[in-house]
């Protein structure tokens, strides 16, 4: 499971160093982002549906999004049950987040959120508030004008608290409702 979320962060870290640094490219008149309609004139609200399994355990959530061109900002929570046979503890998170569009199309759209969180534990032996960076990796795929679907890699960390769990990384699918 290390391997996994060292595989993780090393490729948000990729994701972030490409999307940076082709802007800074861009700038200097050098490259274009793969971008193929205007997102500067992109203005959107949506709520989303986030459902997933992490462990044998089930994720619950939503998420509201207010999105101006390639950047945005949203406020999002999620319930993931404990399942006590993996030791998977109960969480209830609470996060705000900045959307980065790196790719964004008619059809299809790219993201990667980092954010801030306060997550509520609960396991067999411990319960406790802890706060911590949050990072998300999404897509999402038009299905029509109003709505969308998608994946989404979300990963919380305790920044704070060392009586709970470091990492959770949960996949999680998305039903997202334009306003």
Do not use: C
Not at 53 to 76: H, K, P, V
Not at 129 to 141: H, W
């Amino acid at each position: 499971m290390n391997s996994i979320k060292h595989l993780f962060l090393n490729s948000v870290v990729f994701l972030f160093s490409f999307f940076y640094f082709s802007q800074a490219f861009a700038q200097m008149g050098g490259y274009s982002m793969p971008v193929t309609r205007n997102v500067s004139a992109i203005a959107e609200r949506q709520i989303k549906g986030l459902v997933g399994l992490d462990r044998g355990a089930i994720n619950l959530g939503a998420e509201y999004l207010s999105r101006s061109g390639s950047t945005g900002f949203s406020g999002y929570f999620l319930m993931a049950t404990e399942k006590t046979a993996v030791s998977k503890p109960q969480l209830l998170i609470f996060g705000v987040g900045m959307p980065l569009y790196f790719y964004d199309n008619r059809k299809q759209n790219a993201y990667i959120t980092p954010g801030l969180g306060i997550i509520l534990v609960k396991n067999s032996d411990v319960s406790d508030t802890v706060f911590g960076p949050q990072i998300k990796i999404g897509t999402q795929f038009e299905l029509s004008p109003q709505l969308h679907i998608g994946l989404e890699e979300m990963l919380t960390t305790n920044a704070l608290s060392e009586k709970s769990q470091g990492l959770e990384l949960m996949t999680l699918v998305t039903l997202a409702f334009n306003l």
